[in-house]
């Protein structure tokens, strides 16, 4: 008889445990009411970086980004002795608050004011290695597409100077490019400031501009040597494209879409034939548009010369890049093309 009850009190001691337990449990499964529950998409949110603008990581004391030669690079902030070795880009450096101790041969097109006073390193096409070394710059900016550029490039980094390449060529690498200098002298005020104005003058411009009218056209790019076409892949060709036109040497037919073909254009019969001349002999250059294309006896029935729209650009905003001056090298066209919607 007290076998039973002592077996009875301790299966009734075992149970009561397990009911504590489970309800010590259930306590602690209870949620606050007053605390936020985060989701699993919530949680795994917060868990995922956020991606550096334009691939730009920016440090307490350097900047790191890929440039146009596919190399990672880190730049240390705020360089005293810069060397830029484009004119275009010494602009935009300019624009970011950096100044510069050397700088190429500048063109009467396309002048730096506030670099007037720096060294000249040579041209754009062969700068002097020697010269550069004897500035003892802490930084050299490039361009990765000049074979006078990409040369002399692992001497410097032999001499321990930094050195970043870019390709200035579209509206996009105008942003980043942005982004990157004024990184490196630390003004992110004039990266808000330049870059929102920028962008949102030339965002209204190609919002505005009709999309029905498919216009054709061709872009010339003459030298005195000769005539090449430009498509969509290039500086013109794109701000072109954004306004909605269609450019005939996108569709070559060859894998070469600078061959110049007046049979093409015949064929194609552009509404519009927009110019660009490179070169100081404007003279020689007319003469060889006149050779290569304006004699040609079906010129004059083309619809683009017929209609008066064959338009020679300047070059401070066609040849040059625009840089800060996107937006009015974006409504330049425009007027052109929607004279009715942009007057």
Known sequence: MKSNKLISAILTASLMSVLLIGCSNNVNNIKNPDVPVETPDEQNEKEVPQEPEYGVTINENSVIFTDSRDVAVTITKNPKRVIVLQNSLLEIWDQAGGTVVGRVEESEDKKVENASSAEVVGSLGSPSLE???????????????????????????????????????????YYRTVRIFTAITGRDDLYESHIENVKKSVDAIIGKAPKDKNYKVVILFATAK????????????????????????????????????????????????????????????????????????????????????????PKDLYIFKPNQRYAEAYEGLAKVLYPEVFK
């Open 131 to 173: 010269k550069i070394l004897s500035l003892q710059p802490d930084l050299v900016i490039a361009l990765s597409n000049y074979s006078g550029h990409r040369d002399i490039i692992p001497a410097l980094e032999q001499s321990n100077i930094e050195v970043a390449a870019f390709d200035n060529d579209l509206l996009e690498d």
């Open 226 to 313: 000769g005539i090449t076409v430009r498509d969509s892949n290039t500086m013109v060709g794109e701000m072109l494209k954004d306004l909605n036109t269609v450019n005939i040497s996108d569709n070559s037919g060859t894998a070469d879409t600078k061959t110049f073909s007046m049979e093409k254009i015949i064929q194609e019969d552009p509404d519009f034939i927009f110019v660009q001349t490179m070169g100081t002999d404007l003279g020689k250059i007319e003469e060889r548009l006149k050779n290569d294309a304006v004699s040609n006896p079906a010129w004059a029935s083309l619809t683009a010369v017929k209609e008066d729209r064959y338009i020679v650009l």
